[in-house]
């Protein structure tokens, strides 16, 4: 048996004789019922002391490695072998913007993802320092799983002043995220065979979160004023409607009052709970913003709201208004999902609302993106012209184009990605399928002027 044992080096000899007897008898290269040298032959072979290996060789029994037979000698253990499973190969490039794109030329029109680059770091570590600093004892223990009251109370004035939205922080429930905000509900509301009827086309995510607690999603057909209330079924009595009424995603369309109504009326006849999903309202282009379902009714009506992209997507903060009746179950499973968000970060987000600079922020984005925006409507216009119809594009951070003449099948998709072009089609996100082959989704608002222009550039080769 050979052992390289290290004089000079800081580890102790006991340790490194244990660690690479050990990791041999793992390995298998020493097995079970094998003769070990005595420890006075291996205190020789080694040039050490004999206490240092009867220490060694005391670990290895104690640990069950090794045993000692009185008047034989020191045996392998039985059943200490232990085939390492073969090494992982971990692919980091597997997120949403993938290594290769970062840092190959492409161009990337993802929807939902800010300008991370003007995001104002500075302004948030020094909040966040603060926070460490000054936070109470109690937001480094096990903290409230509804999150902490003082960001609750801030959220509760943050949305009736930007939103009109008039509840009590008691009905608020911090989240790491709108998508644990909709799991919450889900898991809430659904059970095998509970249906839950949602917007066709709808965010992906979002079917696969219900699709965990019912396969019974009925879609119902969204157009540019959003859901179709009038195909809901009449005859049934689904657990929730989801809908994203202040931008459609990913069609962009404002649901009308009429529409509002008619899906208040329809949750309070059939006692379905609405699930208002609220993800970019924030970035409102023309007109006042837009008032939320939940004004309308606060007993049916669970309105989620999401920091990914008032703030950036990694920082996991979001927020779920619930009627009364709800706020205790879903507190409950909040605390068994996570106990609760991370609480400094809660406090940093407070703080940056309080001292306006949220409101800053939102300001000068909207400005940026607004430009954007304009950007890219005018470059579709240009390379395009009288081809192309424009939709959603009165907020937000994608528009959906729909072209007269083309369709994106999966064939044009690759040919697409092979000039290093990553756009969107709605098709993906549509649970009936056909009806969106010539739309595109296109966020924009990550991409400088130059990135739009010569996206839409490649796309006009490709398509010519
Ligand atoms: C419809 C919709 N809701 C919510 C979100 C945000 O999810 P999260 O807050 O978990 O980042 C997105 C993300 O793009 C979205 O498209």
Not at 33 to 55: F, P
Not at 248 to 260: D, K
Not at 442 to 451: I, P, Q
């Amino acid at each position: 048996m050979y052992l390289n044992i290290q004089k000079e080096i800081g580890s102790s000899l006991i340790k490194q004789i244990y660690e690479q007897v050990r990791s041999m008898i793992i390995k298998g290269e020493l097995k079970a019922h094998e003769r070990l040298s005595s420890t006075r032959e291996m205190a020789i072979n080694l040039n050490v002391s004999r206490n240092t290996v009867i220490t060694a060789y005391e670990m290895l029994i104690a640990e069950g490695y090794i045993k000692s037979v009185p008047g034989s000698g020191i045996f392998i253990s039985q059943g200490a072998e232990f085939a390492k499973p073969p090494e992982r190969i971990i692919d980091y490039s597997v997120t949403a913007f993938s290594a290769k794109e970062l840092s190959e030329d492409i161009i990337g029109f993802h929807s939902g993802t800010p300008a991370l680059d003007l995001f104002p770091r500075n302004k948030w570590s020094r909040i966040a320092g603060q926070v460490i600093k000054e936070a109470p004892d109690s937001a480094f223990g096990y903290d409230y799983p509804q999150g902490r009251p003082e960001l609750r109370n801030t959220l509760a004035a943050y949305l009736k002043k930007t939103r009109g939205i008039n509840i009590c922080p008691e009905q608020i429930i911090v989240t790491t995220g709108a998508k644990q905000g909709l799991s919450l509900v889900a898991k809430l509301l659904l059970q095998p065979g509970s249906e839950a009827l949602i917007e066709d086309p709808s965010n992906e995510n979002v079917k696969k979160i219900f699709l965990f607690h019912t396969d019974r999603i009925t879609p119902i057909e969204a157009d540019s004023e959003g859901i179709r209330p009038e195909l809901f079924p009449q005859d049934r009595s689904p657990a929730l409607v989801f809908v994203t009424p202040s931008h459609q995603f990913p069609l962009g369309g404002v649901l009308s009052i009429q529409r509002r109504l008619d899906l208040i009326r329809y949750a309070g006849k059939t006692g379905c709970y609405i699930v208002e999903d609220d993800y970019d309202s924030e970035f409102r282009y023309r007109g006042l913003p837009i008032s939320s379902l939940q004004e309308l009714d606060n007993e049916r009506v669970i309105y989620i709201g999401t920091f990914s992209k008032t703030l950036f997507p990694s920082v996991r903060l979001g927020y779920i208004v619930l009627p009364d009746s709800l706020v205790e179950q879903c507190s409950e499973l909040k605390r068994l999902m996570d106990h609760h968000t991370n609480s400094l970060n809660q406090l940093t987000l407070m703080r940056f609302i309080e001292n306006g600079e949220l409101e800053r922020h939102i300001r000068r984005m909207k400005k940026i993106y607004r430009k954007r925006r304009n950007s890219l409507i005018e470059c579709i216009n240009e390379y395009f012209p009288g081809k192309v119809r424009i939709m959603g594009e009165t907020a937000g951070m994608h528009i959906v184009a729909e072209f007269t003449d083309v369709e994106f099948s999966p064939k044009l998709m690759k040919s697409i990605e092979g000039v290093g072009l990553k756009i969107f089609p709605v098709e993906e996100h549509a649970v009936i399928k056909g009806k969106h082959r010539h739309q595109i989704i296109l966020g924009y608002a990550h991409l400088n002027n130059t990135d739009i222009r010569n996206g839409i550039l490649r796309l006009k080769e490709v398509l010519d």
